[in-house]
């Protein structure tokens, strides 16, 4: 099935659920074989050289080398996103291009040395397995907080269905990071909203100097509040109804954090957490990107099994309170690390930026970059004449920090404006679906991870979408009304046109899964998406300037 719907979404229209649900009555009503229209002046057969792409066996090798970097685990500013960035130029410059740069930036780097849950019993001390902690939550030191573990039920049954919807209503969350932290606060003092129910939850209690045992909340929301926003839709296979649905970790890390959040308010000491998943799918469980700006209480995680166990020890011990020590031990500091920069001339000076990011939790997250060296292997092969416009690379450090894309576009931003025509961020690609498919049990369920399309409004960008979209099978064309990837920042910071590729499988945030590399990656999927990127590439290369930049002169 294929839809492709003709500009029906724009910012600003997307308000409330009756118009979602009246978008999706007219996709569904406009189902059929339609396919986007080629690209003008460009005979589709010859648009990419097969004989010029990388293996599958180099593609492989790429995103395996991402596991020599202690594990394919590289935080934001640490020693081994540092040489895995360090490794990524020499790789550039192998490849012949002629100009590669390491720039730097300062990113906080947040080492955890020690995390640790112990339940107290006299003398004695039992240690309870976790499988994570929320980065710069806090520190404890090396001595840890000690304090009676207090049960809050109640917050998994939270209704939080309301937020997406109230979010996409406000229209900010197209304003980034920034806009999507001013929301939130909004709908945590919104006493209508789902997020206010768990504030309630927690000031109703005297929680001051507890260490608060807690059920992560869930967010699931059918595809067709994605789908009813698409400007186009691959489902040939028929597997993303409107109602089928999508729970995955990212959508849960914002529940996350205003959850410690809420506890830090009310005077927790700490937080345990209990991630609604089997030990498989909680294992390294790792959500970075607002502790940074919300204060929390330090926070480690624990599986569903080992949660239940410790909540029904809690359960016996209503007249003695079990005693715990948590640790959370952690090495916070301003570093310099790199982005790497890299530019193979074209005919024009005019160019295409080509983005991903460097740091990430396993080979997944982000082998984005191995995507880019394929195809930067293809275009090194094609002679300049033959190259419409030049080509940057952005592979840029600190995606969990705050740190790198934003100091990069903030430094080259008249150089930026000037020249490039588009931005290209690319993420998480060949990722295979996995699920809970009976109760804990994690498998693949034999398809490809849903895949989003970020496209600008216009007719070219959303043409070339649609045709990217139509090269993927479970893929949908969103406008940009959400905050999906690290390259809104191109959008947000620089007003350049930008078309971001990305996926959120279960494992994305997860490290310490090997099989990410070994298992989950499709591989031959991997090869056909490089192939479709490039495709892409080529097609607007060949557009006017004044097709991709209004006002920009043709050089």
Known sequence: ???????IVRLGRCRGSALLLSLTLSLLAACGNSRPPGTPGIDPSREVDD???PSEAQLRGWQAEIDEFNGGFRPAGSVYEIAYAQRLAAQLRDLGLPEVNLEPYTVSRWSARTARLELLDGDQAETVPLVSYIPFSGNTGPEGLEGSLLYLPG??????????VRLLDSGAVTGGLTGLLRNLTELLGDTGSGLSSILAAVSSLDLRGKIVVYDLPRLTIPMGALSSLA????????TMGFTTPFSRPFLDMVVAQ??????????????????DYPKEGAQGSYYPFFARFLPASPTVYLDRDQGRALKQRLGGRLLSPQKARLTLDALEEEVEAYNVVARLPGASPLEIVLSSHTDGTNSIEDNGTAAILGMMRYYTRVPQSQRPRSLRVVFSGGHFGGGGLGQYLEAHHDELQA???????????????WLEVAPGVMALTGLNEPQVIVSPLGA????????????????LVLPPVLPFGEGQAYRNDTGLPMIQYITGPVYLLNFGIPEVTSEYTDYPLMHRQVRAFIRLVTNLAAEPAGQLRPGLAER
Not at 155 to 164: C, G, H, I, K, Q
Not at 269 to 274: D, K, L, Q, R
Not at 419 to 432: C, M, P, Q
Request: hydrophobic share 55%.
């Open 155 to 164: 917050l998994a049954a939270v209704d939080l269905s309301d937020v997406l």
């Open 1 to 7: 099935m294929r839809i492709t719907t003709a500009r």
């Open 258 to 275: 205003v959850v410690t959040t809420a506890l830090k308010s009310a005077g927790a000491a700490g937080a345990v957490g209990v991630v």
């Open 51 to 53: 004989a010029l792409l």
């Open 419 to 433: 020249r490039v025509l588009a931005a290209v961020e690319i993420e998480h690609v060949g990722a295979r679906e």
């Open 231 to 238: 400007l186009h839709v691959t489902d040939d296979a028929g």
């Open 460 to 475: 070219v960008f959303e043409r070339e979408s649609a045709l990217l979209s139509s090269q993927m099978d479970r893929s």
